[in-house]
């Protein structure tokens, strides 16, 4: 396979174009979800940094171990096994992106005296967990949620799905339980523009900043290998840090919603 030679590959960093090879294993299981680290490619971000990326696939459990002897310089498994890596000692850096202004946002009224996150403390919250299901980020996953959102909440009458797998999955479970959208059933979907347009009628979907999380996913990989060459002298190397950027999400407006005004 191709990391095979990945030690020769590190021996060697610069190309003869002068850019620093580095490599990049994902969890090949979830895919769509590194959409972001493609368009840092495609847009160049890595080669206006001076890099050469090479994506590798691999499950999740394998990239931590991958990382940890050497065979590549990074890792983006999922949030399971970066837990098991950090347990058992391994260095991690923890990029958590998160969307400011989505729909995901605690509510609370305007009386209630919360003006910041320190007066969220000893607050409890009253969630119903008849309206919430799981759908595990997959296209199946989304309809069982769909079906049983259905099946517990028979009045129901909006849904917004948090991820475009899981979005495919509902709307084809809405159309089989044979529920008329926005008429007794008002949709809000995420990040699946042609997805959205195929559908009739057109959906409402919350999008992603893909080329801005790009952009941000290869200004962390620069600052790593800074980080990494400022230490690659000193007896640890352990970069354990955890940053957290804020990016906006942007709205769609389609026809799935019911107009209630």
Do not use: C
């Not at 931590?64 to 990074?74: H, K, L, M």
């Amino acid at each position: 396979t191709k990391q095979t030679g990945q030690a020769q590959q590190k021996e060697n960093k610069e190309e003869a174009g002068g850019l620093r090879t580095v490599s990049i294993q994902i969890d090949g299981a979830a895919v769509p979800y590194y959409a972001p680290l493609y368009m840092a490619q495609e847009k160049r971000y890595f080669k206006e940094g001076g890099l050469n990326v090479e994506f590798y696939y691999a499950a999740a459990a394998d990239i931590v171990t991958n990382v940890a002897s050497g065979n590549v310089d990074f890792g983006f498994p999922n949030a399971d096994a970066v837990v098991a890596a950090k347990s058992k000692g391994i260095p991690v850096k923890v990029a958590h992106t998160t969307y400011q202004e989505g729909l995901g946002a605690i509510i609370f009224g305007a009386d209630s005296g919360i003006k910041e996150p320190a007066d969220l403390k000893g607050k409890t919250d009253r969630t119903d967990t008849k309206l919430l299901a799981d759908g595990n980020y997959t296209i199946a996953g989304g309809a069982k949620a769909m079906r049983k959102l259905y099946e517990d909440n028979p009045d129901m009458t909006a849904v917004f799905i948090s991820n475009y797998e899981m979005t495919v999955g509902a709307m084809m479970e809405i159309n089989d339980l044979g529920i008329k959208v926005p008429e007794q059933l008002s949709v809000i979907g995420f990040d699946n523009m042609d997805f959205a347009r195929a559908v009739v009628p057109r959906l409402t979907i919350v999008t992603q900043p893909t080329e801005e999380i790009g952009q941000a996913a290869a200004n962390l990989l620069l600052s790593h290998l800074e980080d990494k060459d400022e230490t690659s002298d000193k007896t640890s190397d352990k970069i354990e840090t955890t940053e957290t950027i804020w990016l906006k999400t942007g709205f769609v407006e389609g026809e799935s919603v019911a107009d209630i005004s």
